[in-house]
């Protein structure tokens, strides 16, 4: 299952999860706020900014930012 951490008040999270509703493509969406472990994980993983957008747990691929490249290249694999 696709997975967005994200956090408040940060605009290019808002911007991926509004893309992900309005192409019905499903997701869970994590709060790292609310989970400060999955904070750190995803620092481990050598991510840098936020949202970080991951198609498995172990973040194998995943990408960070606003990406619409890769937003169009998840559609076009659904």
Known sequence: MLTVY???NCI????T????DQNKIPYVS???????E???EIKLNGFQQLPVVALD???DNAWSGYNLDRLEELKESC
């Open 30 to 36: 994590v709060d790292v706020s609310e989970h400060p």
């Open 12 to 15: 290019q999270c808002e911007m």
């Open 17 to 20: 999860k509004i893309w992900l």
């Open 6 to 8: 994200s956090k408040p």
């Open 57 to 59: 747990e172990h973040f």
């Open 38 to 40: 999955k904070l750190e």
